[in-house]
């Protein structure tokens, strides 16, 4: 079982946490450059690495919020949390961001990246 630091509440059980899959996939505007095959590849094309990964996770029988976690597949070492809307900052999280397959397509290439707003 997994160790997870909530951002929040500190170190918990896997079993509190929710997984929400890959994190930072943009979702595709109504752009009229955007088809059914580039639709497509976004919702059910996945990315499923051996090494680095980027997650989504829940702390749903905690604080149910959410952030990024970047962790290791084969050997399930958490390299990174960081908050939702920004991006790794380890060189590790740096390098499995760019080495997904998204970064180069199509529909990403339509889309608008997420943007942290400011309070
Ligand atoms: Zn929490």
């Not at 943009?26 to 990315?47: C, G, V």
């Not at 080495?99 to 990403?108: D, F, L």
């Not at 339509?110 to 942290?116: E, F, I, L």
């Amino acid at each position: 079982m997994l160790k997870i630091k909530c951002p929040f509440c500190g170190v918990r059980d896997e079993s509190e946490f929710s997984c929400g899959g890959e994190a930072h996939i943009a979702r595709p505007t109504t752009d009229l450059k955007l088809t059914d095959k580039i639709f497509s590849e976004y919702l059910f094309m996945k990315y499923n690495p051996k090494g680095v990964f980027l997650e989504r996770w829940c702390h749903t029988s905690g604080c149910r919020r959410w952030f990024n976690l970047a962790r290791d597949t084969v050997s399930h070492e958490i390299i990174e949390i960081y908050p939702m809307g920004v991006f790794p900052k380890t060189v590790k999280g740096k390098k499995a961001y760019q080495a997904n397959w998204r970064r180069k397509s199509k529909y990403e290439a339509v889309s608008k990246p997420a943007k942290r707003t400011k309070k």
